[in-house]
């Protein structure tokens, strides 16, 4: 290589930047010692902004195009240079790319809960996340309160005070937007354009950076909270407690009476149902529809009777009933009840084999005998 082949190596006749890469915000055109000669090739492609800067001064910023570096193109670097009628030798400049595209699917959430409070449930905690997008407006702003003399800046190196800055804004907005927290699902585009708002006012001027678009993807509560509000749906889907209950124990009842392992208990169990639903009936069977106070007295009906006898039966140890005395007899005729089977009722002073209760003696006589044969 000769003398002259290793001068024109050393200037610097094309400049330019090949963006590969969808998070570098500023790129400085590596120079490295070397000269830009005259009518070099200035190539700023779209999405990109160039700017000159000259031992730390900021000179001229050129916009998408291509450009033939002369003195009439660069009016301040000329000035700074001191160049009153052209230039014929090379010059030394730093040159960096700003891209001015919009960057994307930039993620953004809240560490730890944020704390409103709520009309309905008080002070509770709330989470949220989401995403934006950046861009450079200003290039010269950037440069200097960002960048320096870095030759490359990425989004993550800014991305930990954006987030900072969204959350804080998104608390704000929660804090003074009187929302409900059952409401929240469908304001999310409003809070998501005021918390924006909020953003850009801060990093605009400072930074020279503008978040274009910004989204509220999810808003959630704790799960204590979201399992009380479950809890909350299901009451008022059900509507009337008692009709619920009365419907509940009336499906129960076919299921244990048809449960032949069951034995006393379910039997007992069916004639608790029964006696419960009977004393959630009874009281409106009294007055007819419509009636007036007075004559729903004249129509009340005579008390019920007294109710039967409840036996309690000894079963496996524990108390199984209680029971009428159809249902025992049931269970005598079905062996389930023997007469060694201890017994009680009210007004016994103690359990009792059910043979020795006069009451329920009778369900062990043995059989008549067969009737004699017809003459």
Same mark, same amino acid.
């Given at each position: 290589?000769?003398?002259?082949?290793?001068?024109?190596?050393?200037? *610097?006749?094309?400049?330019?930047?090949?963006?590969?890469?969808?998070?570098?915000?500023?790129?400085?055109?590596?120079?490295?010692?070397?000269?830009?000669?005259?009518?070099? !090739?200035?190539?700023?492609?779209?999405?990109?902004?160039?700017?000159?800067?000259?031992?730390?001064?900021?000179?001229? =910023?050129? @916009?998408?195009?291509?450009?033939?570096?002369?003195?009439?193109?660069?009016?301040?670097?000329?000035?700074?240079?001191?160049?009153?009628?052209?230039?014929?030798?090379?010059?030394?400049?730093?040159?960096?790319?700003?891209?001015?595209?919009?960057?994307?699917?930039?993620?953004?959430?809240?560490?730890?809960?944020?704390?409103?409070?709520?009309?309905?449930?008080?002070?509770?905690?709330?989470?949220?996340?989401?995403?934006?997008?950046?861009?450079?407006?200003?290039?010269?702003?950037?440069?200097?309160?960002?960048?320096?003399?870095?030759?490359?800046?990425?989004?993550? @190196?800014?991305?930990?005070?954006?987030?900072?800055?969204?959350?804080?804004?998104?608390?704000?907005?929660?804090?003074?937007?009187?929302?409900? *927290?059952?409401?929240?699902?469908?304001?999310?585009?409003?809070?998501? @354009?005021?918390?924006? !708002?909020?953003?850009?006012?801060?990093?605009?001027?400072?930074?020279?950076?503008?978040?274009?678009?910004?989204?509220?993807?999810?808003?959630?509560?704790?799960? @204590?909270?979201?399992?009380?509000?479950?809890?909350?749906?299901?009451?008022? *889907?059900?509507?009337?407690?008692?009709?619920?209950?009365?419907?509940?124990?009336?499906? +129960?009842?076919?299921?244990?009476?048809?449960?032949?392992?069951?034995?006393?208990?379910?039997?007992?169990?069916?004639?608790?149902?029964?006696?419960?639903?009977?004393?959630?009936? =009874?009281?409106?069977?009294?007055?007819?529809?419509?009636?007036?106070? +007075?004559?729903?007295?004249? !129509?009340?009906?005579?008390?019920?009777?007294?109710?039967? +006898?409840?036996?309690?039966?000894?079963?496996?140890? !524990?108390?199984?009933?209680?029971?009428?005395?159809?249902?025992?007899?049931?269970?005598?005729?079905?062996?389930?009840?023997?007469?060694?089977?201890?017994?009680?009722?009210?007004?016994?002073?103690?359990?009792?084999?059910?043979?020795?209760?006069?009451?329920?003696?009778?369900?062990?006589?043995?059989?008549?005998?067969?009737?004699?044969?017809?003459?």
């Amino acid at each position: 290589m000769g003398l002259f082949d290793t001068i024109r190596n050393e200037l *610097v006749d094309i400049i330019e930047w090949v963006d590969d890469s969808r998070h570098t915000l500023v790129w400085r055109f590596p120079r490295h010692q070397n000269e830009i000669k005259n009518g070099a !090739q200035l190539i700023v492609r779209p999405g990109q902004v160039a700017v000159f800067v000259n031992q730390g001064e900021m000179a001229d =910023v050129f @916009e998408p195009g291509q450009y033939t570096l002369e003195t009439q193109n660069l009016p301040v670097l000329s000035t700074l240079q001191g160049w009153k009628y052209g230039f014929d030798s090379p010059f030394r400049c730093e040159v960096y790319f700003v891209a001015t595209r919009q960057v994307t699917d930039l993620k953004w959430g809240t560490p730890n809960p944020v704390i409103m409070r709520d009309p309905d449930f008080g002070p509770v905690r709330i989470r949220a996340f989401g995403n934006y997008t950046l861009k450079a407006v200003d290039a010269k702003a950037l440069l200097t309160e960002l960048v320096g003399t870095d030759s490359s800046f990425e989004t993550e @190196e800014i991305s930990e005070l954006l987030r900072s800055i969204v959350v804080q804004s998104f608390s704000d907005a929660c804090a003074s937007s009187n929302i409900a *927290v059952l409401d929240l699902a469908s304001s999310y585009a409003e809070l998501s @354009e005021q918390v924006r !708002q909020t953003v850009v006012e801060r990093v605009d001027d400072e930074y020279g950076l503008d978040i274009p678009q910004l989204q509220i993807v999810n808003i959630s509560l704790p799960p @204590e909270v979201e399992e009380a509000l479950d809890t909350r749906s299901s009451m008022n *889907v059900i509507g009337n407690m008692q009709q619920y209950q009365a419907y509940q124990m009336g499906n +129960a009842m076919p299921i244990a009476a048809a449960n032949p392992a069951g034995g006393l208990a379910g039997a007992g169990v069916g004639l608790g149902m029964g006696m419960a639903m009977a004393n959630q009936m =009874v009281p409106g069977m009294g007055m007819q529809p419509g009636a007036a106070p +007075a004559v729903a007295a004249a !129509q009340a009906a005579p008390p019920p009777p007294p109710p039967p +006898a409840a036996w309690h039966v000894a079963e496996n140890g !524990q108390s199984a009933g209680p029971f009428d005395v159809n249902g025992l007899a049931q269970a005598a005729a079905a062996g389930r009840l023997l007469p060694t089977t201890m017994v009680w009722s009210a007004g016994m002073a103690a359990w009792a084999q059910a043979a020795q209760v006069p009451a329920l003696a009778g369900l062990f006589a043995p059989p008549p005998p067969p009737p004699p044969p017809p003459a």
